[in-house]
């Protein structure tokens, strides 16, 4: 039988923390956050709307971008508003109901963006390895079904975590040293027997990052074959610099991924605020970040969005 101080997750009111031992600097923190929130919203906006306003744009390497950004805004309103509202107010308050859903959105959305990379890895890797068929292998309906695989598979992976969480009871702090409702911090505050919740996020970890993270890399295996084959150095350039965006936004996907999920998991003398930092700069780094590298880096979204400012209607 449960002692009156066990209580279950869904008669459970928790408290996020935000950045343990860097209180005092929270109002400061909201600045940084506050901008890359508006230039994440901005910048995939501005992406949406110039990709669907410019028929030369239609193609699928920009889909897969749409799809990209998408996603990303989508995970900016799961995270950013209440990050804001901890940071400046400490209205860190949060429902059972709403913690479980900002936890189910957030990693939801970072598997279908994983898996939207990997998409546009294959892109990259049919535009190269076999141009002549590139127009035949990734059709209009081929691109939507590869969209709706990746809304299927993040929120099927995902699908298990409330019914994990569900089942366990809090008979401690509720209080999450965390900026949002991550599955391990809230797990932590958990009594019982947690390896079931531990388990399944090692395994949907692997499964996503290891698996995807394996198939680019073969992708740009297979690239860097196809173009050493290549006997100009110029065709070796071009072909090289139509991968640049999509390898600049990897980086900056993975690398920060790759260190939270390694330091929460084997780096238990790193300081929780590291933790956490890292952690959030892998929720707003990369949508922020994304629109930014494409504008830059894609010579045909870069003079679509300056004919814009310069009120020029033509692409190019």
């Not at 306003?53 to 390497?61: D, G």
């Not at 990734?138 to 695989?149: C, H, P, Q, S, W």
């Not at 992708?219 to 071009?238: C, E, G, N, P, W």
């Not at 790193?270 to 959030?280: F, S, Y």
Request: net charge positive.
């Amino acid at each position: 039988m449960e002692s009156p101080n066990h209580t279950n997750m869904n008669s459970s009111v928790f408290f996020l923390l935000g950045i343990p031992g860097l209180e005092q600097f929270h109002a400061w923190l909201s600045l940084p956050v506050c901008c890359l929130g508006t230039a994440t919203v901005v910048g995939n906006l501005t992406i949406l709307v110039v990709v669907a306003t410019e028929p030369a744009l239609h193609k699928p390497v920009y889909l897969f971008l749409c799809m990209l950004s998408t996603i990303d805004l989508a995970a900016s309103f799961s995270t950013v508003p209440k990050l804001l509202a901890i940071l400046c107010c400490g209205a860190g308050h949060i429902s059972a109901s709403g913690c479980l859903a900002q936890m189910f959105f957030i990693h939801a959305f970072c598997m279908m963006e994983s898996t939207v990379l990997l998409a546009m890895a294959f892109d990259r890797y049919v535009a190269i390895c076999h141009p002549l068929r590139y127009a035949t292998i990734l059709t209009d309906t081929i691109i939507a079904r590869i969209g709706v695989v990746a809304m299927v598979r993040g929120s099927l992976l995902m699908l298990p975590c409330p019914f994990l969480i569900g089942r366990l009871s809090f008979c401690q702090s509720h209080v999450i040293p965390h900026t949002y409702c991550e599955h391990m911090a809230v797990v932590k505050l958990a009594c019982g027997d947690t390896r079931p919740n531990r388990v399944y996020g090692l395994t949907v970890a692997l499964l996503v990052i290891g698996v995807d993270l394996f198939c680019i890399g073969l992708s740009y295996a297979l690239i860097a074959q196809a173009v050493l084959r290549l006997s100009s150095h110029d065709a070796q350039s071009k072909a090289l610099g139509t991968c640049g965006s999509h390898v600049c936004v990897i980086l900056i996907s993975y690398t920060p991924a790759l260190f939270s999920f390694f330091t929460h998991r084997f780096g238990h003398h790193v300081p929780l605020h590291i933790h956490i930092l890292l952690a959030n700069v892998y929720l707003l780094f990369p949508p922020a970040l994304n629109p930014v590298v494409y504008g830059v880096k894609t010579k045909e979204i870069r003079e679509r969005v300056m004919g814009c400012f310069k009120g020029d209607k033509k692409l190019g």
